[in-house]
């Protein structure tokens, strides 16, 4: 269980680690947390746009992933996101492919 | 006690001198506290007799490798010695050690510890020693990956049976060391004491030495060498995109990634965040109290196995330069 949110399941990813002394996270209180997620969010989304997906939140505890054709995925974790966008995609996100690079400079 | 307990990590391959190493640290006052775990590849156990201390907080491991077969050994003990601390079964411990087999991939282990749904709760993993034989590891970075990813992998590189080599062979291997994993302290193992072998991992900014550019670290499979390098970004960063970045970078390249260890300079933030990765486990990012000398930049040293320096950064700057963009521009998801 999340000991923020009290909700089953929970976004563990070292991003957003549960704030703990000398520990570096957006997650000490509810409005850095929310501000922090609403940036992921947008900056997920310019990504995901280069493959034509969309990422939202759902009520702070799961993402969800759609496809234009109206394919989801859903899942818990950070972790996931560009595992389960590959294969939404069809084909993995590669940080380190040059074409890649070259649309993510083209994002404005 | 309060707080996840530490759990320090020993590995070396097969013969390098962990169960020396860890006897002596056992004999500390400062280890008094810690429970053992061991874990042997074979049909006898013999490590844990040699630790000279029986009692229920020693735990041998003994199905297989730690990094494939007893992962769930692991679990199991490690949660079996929490509950009965609590219920006052075994002696008071404080911290755990965890001696793997020669041949295991340290990261499993970690993994485990940091994404098991209860273990992450009770324990965290805070640093990995490595002992390096001085005699055998030269050919055995020629010639297993496994060796690479355990020196990879450390905070510590302890050098063993550095009296059994020449001096030159031993100054050899130093400097191919600090090449193949230059985040990592390297001391001989006499020299090791137990607040060295307990000291925090994220506690220790990357040595400003690190700061150097594309070195050719091993001659594993010619075709794909392991090379550490580093990158030093001025201009202060933005946290959100280095964390999609550094994440994707880990789904597509994780296990060619042996090590991400860096100091942060992030965009309005005074203090400094230490971040360090074994593959596809990041431990919990850490706010430094000070800057370890007078330049406020960003330095990332990789440890990578056959990926392209040159890439590397160039996406850094990429996903970096994009995600200030949409800062600048406020947030819209």
């Known amino acids: ?108 | 006690m309060n707080g996840p307990t530490p759990v320090h990590l020993l590995t070396g391959f097969l013969g390098s001198g962990k169960t020396t190493l860890l006897r002596r640290m056992l004999a500390d006052p400062a280890m008094a506290g810690a429970a053992v775990l061991v874990n042997e590849f074979g049909e006898i156990g013999l490590d844990h007799e040699l630790l000279d201390r029986i009692d229920e907080t020693v735990v041998l491991l003994k199905s297989g490798c730690l990094c494939c077969t007893v992962r769930g050994e692991l679990a199991d003990a490690l949660l079996a010695l929490h509950s009965r601390r609590a219920r006052g079964e075994v002696p008071f411990f404080d911290r755990v050690a965890v001696e793997t087999t020669g041949m295991a991939d340290p990261y499993p282990a970690l993994s485990t510890i940091r994404s098991h749904p209860v273990l992450r709760n009770h324990y965290r993993t805070v640093g990995v020693v490595t002992t390096v034989d001085a005699v055998n590891a030269p050919g055995l970075l020629d010639t297993r990956l496994e060796a690479l990813r355990q020196i990879g992998a450390a905070d510590l590189l302890a050098l063993t049976k550095t009296d059994l080599a020449p001096p030159a062979r031993v100054s050899d291997l130093i400097a191919r060391l600090a090449s193949v994993n230059p985040s990592a302290r390297v001391m001989t193992a006499s020299e090791v004491g137990a607040m060295d072998f307990l000291t925090e991992a994220g506690s220790l900014p990357p040595p400003p030495e690190s700061a150097r550019l594309n070195h050719h670290a091993g001659t594993f499979r010619a075709d794909t060498p392991v090379t550490s390098f580093a990158l030093e970004i001025e201009q202060p960063i933005d946290w959100t995109g280095f964390g999609l970045w550094l994440t994707m970078l880990l789904d597509r390249h994780g296990e060619n990634v042996f090590r991400v260890k860096g100091i942060l300079n992030l965009m309005g933030e005074d203090r400094p965040v230490a971040v360090h990765g074994v593959q596809r486990l990041v431990h919990s990012p850490v706010h430094l109290e000070r800057w370890p000398d007078e330049r406020r930049t960003t330095r990332i040293v990789f440890i990578v196995h056959g990926l392209d320096h040159a890439l590397i950064e160039a996406s850094f700057r990429a996903f970096d330069a994009m995600a200030r963009r949409i800062a600048a521009r406020g947030v819209s998801a």
């Open chain 1, 1 to 108: 269980m999340c000991s923020l949110c009290g909700v089953l399941g929970c976004d563990d990813h070292w991003t957003s680690a549960v704030a703990r002394p000398g520990v570096y996270t957006h997650n000490s209180d509810r409005i850095a947390r929310r501000r922090e997620a609403a940036r992921r969010l947008a900056v997920a989304n310019a990504l995901l746009a280069t493959r034509r997906l969309r990422l939202s939140e759902w009520q702070g505890r799961s993402y969800v992933l759609a496809s234009p054709t109206g394919s989801t995925r859903i899942f818990e974790a950070l972790s996931h996101l560009w595992s389960e966008a590959g294969a939404l995609a069809g084909r993995p996100f590669d940080p380190l492919d040059p074409s890649f690079i070259a649309s993510i400079e083209a994002i404005r």
